[in-house]
């Protein structure tokens, strides 16, 4: 089944603790991507990937890493978690850019950062 | 940049009842327009789009239609259903980053049986 997976689904963590989000995908898809859903926002990008060891900042990336050594995995870093981080997140990807393709949206991962 | 604006917020429908949400944008250059829907403990998922050089398409029981005059494109749904009941996302590329979408902040949608 053609799917983008993330794990966990929950978690709640501690201020500075630092954790790794996983997203992977088995569509052999180029493009894969970080949005955050927070209400009444809608869905922000943090960071994207076009293709192996090319990745860019979204529009808010801070407090965030991302890496792509491998083309379906996609894992998303938070190396300090504060508060204003708690959010519901989803992994995303598609056959090439975003902005005219389909996008295929992970399940989400709910964290809370106390 | 890009800002896109989606209304209502919330909307509460009688099954069998038509719903509209509606979508505006400022970048007059935007060409391709999608609608997900978000159903409960899911992420979302594309249900219909459509490109500059169409105004209107229809796919079973959803329609999207575009005035690029006006900047604004609307989802229809018609005999809505509960199983309509979702967030629904309007989308719209950014121009100045063609690996972005900006995203409407969303519409809950509520089917009464």
């Known amino acids: 089944e053609a799917q983008v997976t993330q794990n966990p689904r929950y978690l709640i963590t501690v201020t500075g603790k630092k954790l790794t989000v996983t997203c992977s995908q088995n569509?052999?898809?180029?493009?894969m991507s970080w949005y955050r859903q927070d209400p009444g926002l809608g869905l922000r990008q943090i960071y994207y990937?076009?293709?192996?060891?090319?990745?860019d900042k979204g529009d808010v990336p801070e407090g965030y890493k991302v890496s792509r050594k491998e083309k379906r995995n996609f894992p998303l870093i938070l190396e300090s978690p504060s508060p204003n981080q708690t959010s519901l997140y989803f992994c995303a990807s598609s056959l090439f850019s975003s902005a005219y393709n389909e996008q295929f949206f992970g399940p989400g991962t709910r964290l809370t950062v106390l | 940049g890009e800002n896109v604006e989606q209304h209502p917020s919330t909307l509460s429908v009688q099954e069998g009842d038509s719903a509209v949400i509606k979508c505006t944008y400022s970048d007059s250059a935007s060409n391709y327009f999608p609608w997900y829907k978000q159903e409960l403990g899911k992420g979302p998922q594309l249900i219909i789009d459509i490109r500059s050089n169409v105004g209107e398409k229809k796919d079973q029981r959803i329609a999207v239609t575009l005035n690029k005059t006006a900047k604004h494109f609307s989802l229809h749904i018609t005999e809505t259903q509960p199983e309509d009941s979702a967030v629904y996302f309007c989308?719209?590329?950014?121009?100045?980053?063609?690996?972005?979408?900006?995203f409407g902040a969303g519409t809950r949608l509520t089917v009464k049986p």
């Open positions: 989308a719209v590329p950014l121009l100045y980053n063609n690996n972005d979408m900006r």
């Open positions: 990937s076009m293709n192996v060891e090319v990745t």
């Open positions: 569509m052999n898809h180029e493009y």
